[in-house]
């Protein structure tokens, strides 16, 4: 028995790997959504797979396209509950959207469970309009399966994720063993179809009259990906108002050269897109060198930002929101660890840019050649944003260029920085990287340290835990108090980075529903981590010099005389410090 199991999300991957080491099946696990887990079932029913393990709009659409058994797994009533004990306490307006199963049986179980939250039942053609509604009318976080949570991200509405739980995949795994075993009883009355497998090196695929994909073969991009592109660069609409199109679309590694014509058939009018490979700057080879598409952007995290509560965060989002409106170069400070990357990434996806790439550069990680590599011939990001973290590090050849690209060769693109170091004390007036300084931090912002965001830190902590249940396929649905209590105790010197750690660390150990407090003090100790009646010892001192400023700022309610006269140091050399 050969069976191909499509699974939705990359946990519930790991899960069926785990479960199925007892099954007697020759089972293989793909990732794949909608038209890519389409795509990934009829090539294994080309390959002589007996049976498809799916789940929700994936299963419904791989049984509608293939002729082969399709087994969907189900979302059980305990995932559901599982689901919403992890979110009851985000005090968000939240509504549950699904396919008729998951709608029914979340309503099901909320009026077991006498909890208020609205059900919608929904398709995959009506689920955008539905949310568009829901967030009209003050929606801010949607529970559903991929391709709702999705689409609810897309809106800037805040996702979780239905997952399915040990119970429903060994219960798909039955009825698949159920469904083989009857058909190869009544295999000799079928008529085996036909394969009609035909490869190119040149990739297409088809759109409907609506924009949507309906056809990809092996060569082409990802369905889903391109799609969006085809929508990001207005290359359906011309296609369908001139007849033809040509251009460009740059994907993860490399570009395409894209040409679309119209195919006129008897009944509809359907749209091709021939798409072949050419060369460009492959900027992802390069170490130390990362490029967001848009498509790519971190919806979970920018959702969570438009949701902070605490008031270093709403101050940093305002100034964040100000920033995206304007053209100027500016700098990002913060410690090590407060994610200054996603700021950028925020920032640049809320800007006009946001059609374009940003372009990550760590300047610790490339060397002179693959730096001369990103400006040839003024080439990079000629519409998008350049973030270079560490910038002091880049050798004095590497800012001459930099500073010549600033000047001269990129009117259109914006460069935000960071600094490995405070930069007034790391280079002379009459340098090139004073100069470099002088254009890029007249702007700035600052990332508050982890412990000045507590009403902020439980909900990204949540955050943390739904990421392992998705990736890892846990089934982990909160904090116990105690440990809430503990993490907002902790002082946290290494920031977001530390408590991602630290809730991996967590989630991958325990074995029960919640994460306790012994599992976070064990994770805490280890890395000995104070508490925040204490100073942290373990940075350096120019860090525990920070640490004790900071402390005193707040205990002072941020009044920088009271602190400076209680420092015993002038407002000048205070205000220098916290910058």
């Known amino acids: 028995m050969k069976v191909l199991a499509i699974a939705p999300y990359e946990g519930l991957k790991e899960l069926m790997i785990e479960l199925a080491e007892k099954e007697q099946f020759d089972l293989e696990i793909e990732v794949g959504d909608l038209q890519a887990g389409l795509k990934l079932a009829k090539k294994a029913v080309a390959d002589g797979v007996n049976v498809i393990i799916s789940r929700g709009g994936t299963a419904e659409m791989i049984q509608k396209e293939v002729l082969v058994p399709v087994v969907e797994i189900e979302i059980s009533g305990y995932d559901i509950l599982r689901v919403l004990t992890l979110t009851k306490n985000y005090n968000e307006k939240t509504a549950i959207v699904g396919f008729p199963p998951i709608a029914h049986g979340a309503a099901a179980v909320c009026d077991v469970m006498d909890m208020d939250i609205s059900t919608y039942v ?50 798909a795994f039955q009825n698949a063993k159920k469904i083989h ?21 040149t990739g297409f695929v088809v759109f409907d009259e609506n924009g949507k994909s309906i056809f990809a073969n092996n060569s082409a991009p990802n369905p889903a990906a391109f799609e969006q592109m085809v929508q990001e660069r207005n290359a359906f609409s011309v296609l369908k ?11 993860d590694q490399h570009s395409w050269q894209v040409e679309g014509e119209r195919l006129d058939q008897s009944d509809r009018m359907l749209y091709s897109f021939q798409i072949k490979s050419s060369s460009d700057v492959k900027f992802r080879e390069i170490e130390g060198v990362t490029m967001i598409l848009p498509f790519e952007k971190n919806m979970t995290y920018m959702n969570h930002m438009d949701m902070v509560k605490s008031e270093p965060m709403k101050k940093l989002i305002d100034e964040s929101l100000k920033l995206s409106e304007m053209d100027e170069h500016f ?30 550069v760590d300047a610790l990680q490339i060397s002179d050649q693959q730096w001369s590599c990103l400006f040839a011939e003024n080439t990079i990001l000629p519409d998008g944003t350049l973030y270079i973290k560490n910038i002091d590090c880049i050798t004095s050849e590497q800012q001459k260029m930099l500073l010549q690209w600033l000047l001269d060769s990129a009117p259109k693109a914006r460069l935000i920085t960071s600094w490995a170091k405070a930069p007034e004390n790391d280079f002379q007036e009459d340098s090139v990287l004073y100069q470099l300084y002088e254009l890029c931090g007249r702007l700035h912002i600052r990332i508050p340290d982890l412990k000045e965001r507590g009403e902020d830190m439980i909900r990204l902590a949540n955050l943390l835990i739904h990421e392992c249940n998705e990736k890892f396929g846990k089934q982990i649905v909160g904090l116990r108090p105690e440990a809430e209590q503990l993490l907002r105790a902790s002082t946290w010197p290494g920031n977001v980075d530390q408590l991602r750690r630290t809730m991996y660390q967590c989630a991958m150990q ?11 003090e064990t994770e805490l100790y280890a890395a000995d981590i104070t508490y925040e009646t204490g100073i942290n010892l373990q940075g350096t001192l120019e860090e525990i010099e920070q640490d004790i400023i900071r402390k005193v700022f707040i205990e002072e309610n941020e009044n920088q005389t009271n602190t400076a006269k209680r420092l015993g140091i002038n407002r000048t050399t205070l205000w220098r410090k916290l910058k």
Do not use: C, W
């Not at 108002?241 to 994907?251: I, P």
């Open 122 to 171: 929904t398709d995959k053609d009506s689920v955008e309009g539905l949310l568009v509604r829901l967030k009209a009318e003050g929606y801010r976080m949607i529970i559903g399966d991929v391709v709702t949570v999705g689409k609810a991200e897309q809106l800037g509405l805040s996702g979780v994720l239905l997952t399915s739980g040990r119970e429903s995949v060994l219960k």
């Open 331 to 360: 700098e990002i400070q913060g410690r090590v660890g407060t994610e200054k990357e996603l700021i950028a990434e925020y920032i640049h996806f809320k800007s006009r840019r946001h059609h374009a790439p940003l372009l990550i």
């Open 510 to 520: 325990t074995n029960t529903a919640y994460v306790e407090a012994r599992d976070l």
């Open 181 to 201: 075993e009857l058909m190869e009883r009544l295999k000799d009355e079928f008529i085996v179809p036909h394969r009609i497998v035909k490869e190119s090196s």
């Open 241 to 251: 108002e001139k007849g033809f199109f040509q251009g460009t679309f740059r994907t």
